[in-house]
């Protein structure tokens, strides 16, 4: 199996709406992907709670099948549709996808 982390830094203020109202919809629209792509074993979303200079405002951690499943996400229309969404509303963004021995 394949861990796909994702955490992003939201603006402020967009044409889309404010931080909070962009962060409810993205994780709104994330979840929905668990719903309509194949091969995701398991999704997550969430919002930070805590203030800090290193915090990130968003995470997603997502459990695929296999290596395959990763691939065929990437070029999905859900996924396509939520990541231009956040490229409307983010200013950064951190990946990590590792391969899962055992829990």
Known sequence: ????????????????GSRNQNLITAQSMLLKMGEKIDGIQDIKVGINLVDG????????????DDRSALEKYQ??????EVKEFLSNVRYERRIVDYLVNSE
């Open 53 to 64: 200079t290193n915090k990130s405002d968003l995470v997603l951690v997502i459990l695929f």
């Open 75 to 80: 070029d999905h229309p859900a996924h396509l």
């Open 1 to 16: 199996m394949i861990r796909h982390i994702v955490l992003w830094k939201f603006l402020e203020f967009t044409k889309e």
